[in-house]
């Protein structure tokens, strides 16, 4: 049973560019959730998709947006990228329906804006 | 606003001895609690969650975690370290009547020697 995968792995983008990062939940799962993790500091809550529609959204700018796949993958997208945008951003899955509350977190795509 | 602290950024242990770390948080309502934790280049593992009933939860290798309502803490405690254990842990709090959001704190280094 595959965990969540991300890709890529790293990143190196320049100042203004745009980029796609991709997630694909544990299998079972519906929801997916994309994080911010900066050096030195705990995730940040970026937004969560359900049912192909962004169900709740963190304290970050319309550049940062993303969409859901009707396999319940997900793809988060950075416009007009700034230097402060380099980060760890981390995807996390989970069940609505399996009353759990357990996130489940890929390995991360490390993200180098230059 | 709901928060959670973790005051230590480092805590040194000596292998074979208990460990503890400090989890404390600010919230209106009632609290799910999550401790999880993070190797170099890995993403976030889930060690535990306190949602409800026992305030003692019991967890992954070994980990076990209190919660205590009145002083506002959820520390995360090991009866016997392993120099294994050495890795970046972070408690996370969710709000039961909010989605998946999680909001983390600024995490704890475990350094345990041998």
């Known amino acids: 049973d595959a965990g969540v995968t991300q890709s890529p792995t790293h990143l190196i983008k320049t100042r203004g560019q745009q980029v796609t990062l991709r997630c694909s939940p544990k299998?079972?799962?519906?929801?997916v959730s994309w994080y911010q993790q900066a050096l030195g500091q705990g995730p940040q809550f970026i937004f969560q998709y359900y049912e192909e529609e962004e169900r709740q959204r963190g304290n970050f700018p319309d550049r940062f947006s993303g969409h859901q796949f009707p396999n319940y993958s997900s793809e988060l997208n950075v416009n007009a990228l700034l230097l402060g945008d380099s980060a760890l951003y981390l995807c996390?899955?989970?069940?609505?329906?399996?009353?759990?509350?357990?996130?489940?977190f890929g390995p991360g795509t490390r993200l180098t804006v230059t | 606003a709901q928060s959670v602290a973790q005051p230590e950024d480092q805590v040194n242990v000596a292998e074979g001895n208990p460990l503890t770390v400090k989890c404390t948080y600010s919230?209106?309502?009632?609290?799910?609690l999550f401790w999880y934790v993070q190797y170099p280049n890995r993403g976030l593992q889930f060690l535990l969650k306190?949602?409800?009933?026992?305030?003692l939860v019991k967890g992954s290798y070994g980990f076990e975690a209190e919660f205590n309502k009145s002083q506002t803490s959820f520390h995360l405690k090991k009866p016997s370290a392993l120099v294994s254990d050495s890795a970046l842990y972070f408690c996370a709090l969710r709000l039961s009547y909010n989605t998946d959001k999680l909001i983390f704190g600024t995490g704890t280094r475990l350094q345990v020697f041998p």
């Open positions: 996390a899955s989970s069940s609505l329906r399996d009353g759990s509350y357990e996130q489940y």
């Open positions: 306190y949602i409800t009933g026992d305030n």
């Open positions: 299998s079972g799962h519906d929801t």
């Open positions: 919230v209106s309502g009632n609290p799910y």
